[in-house]
């Protein structure tokens, strides 16, 4: 790995490594949710859920789509369940 790459898979897993974040991807592997779905089953505020959205769709981990007058969101692509599941499995490991 060179410089470059370091430093962007370090951005990259400073943005995974959040709490709400994760609660927020760990609801979108299961679905796709619009801002209000998800402040009602991570019991956050709008603000919250939607500054963190912000983040994870700067970083391309979230893409959004129209649903009439909502914007709902979902995993940019597999790899980012995929990789949730491995630290998952990783972490469970040890039980």
């Known amino acids: 790995m060179d410089r470059q790459e370091i430093e962007k ?42 500054h963190q959205l912000k983040i994870l769709r700067d970083a391309n981990v979230v893409v959004t789509r129209r649903r009439g007058n909502e914007v709902v969101y979902s995993l940019a692509d597999k790899h980012i369940e995929v990789l949730l599941d491995i630290a998952k499995e990783h972490i469970n490991e040890g039980k």
């Open 9 to 50: 898979l370090s951005s990259f897993y400073k943005v995974l490594a959040e709490k709400n974040r994760l609660g927020i991807l760990s609801l979108l592997e299961r679905q796709d949710m619009c801002v209000h779905e998800l402040m009602c089953k991570l019991s956050i505020s709008q603000s919250l859920v939607s």
